[in-house]
């Protein structure tokens, strides 16, 4: 039952940045919350997760050095900023939560499938 609700996407020339906020309706079951992207044609992909009580946080491929993923316990937001966005950075974003947490093995960073999606976000970046 626990609900995601993503918004900030839009249109953004390349070099741009925005944030987007992923709303949470419960972190009770909740330890991870995370972004995906997916593009048309091509396969999702993670983005980033963050622990929810600890703060800890994850990033795949090397988003890291552009994206920073942050929480508001407070308002249940985790939110996904975005600098010097890449025209390659274009595709819909999703939110995704789960109890378990994607964990490093054999150095290789891997989530198993998140229980909970919201709708996703559609991010535009123009060059």
């Known amino acids: 039952q626990v609900q995601l609700v993503e918004s900030g996407g839009g249109s953004v020339q390349a070099g741009g940045s925005l944030r987007l906020s992923c709303a949470v309706s419960?972190?009770?079951?909740?330890?991870?919350v995370g972004w995906f992207r997916q593009a048309p044609g091509k396969e999702r992909e993670g983005v980033a997760a963050i622990k929810i009580r600890s703060s800890s946080t994850f990033y795949f491929g090397s988003v890291q050095e552009r994206f920073t993923i942050s929480q508001d316990n407070h308002n249940k937001t985790v939110y996904l900023q975005m600098y010097i966005v890449k025209p390659e950075d274009t595709a819909k974003y999703y939110c995704?939560?789960?109890?378990?947490?994607?964990?490093?093995?054999?150095?290789?960073?891997?989530?198993?499938?998140?229980?909970?999606w919201g709708q996703g976000t559609q991010v535009t970046v123009s060059s």
């Open positions: 995704a939560a789960d109890s378990s947490c994607p964990q490093y093995t054999y150095s290789n960073l891997r989530w198993a499938e998140p229980k909970f």
């Open positions: 419960d972190f009770t079951f909740i330890n991870c």
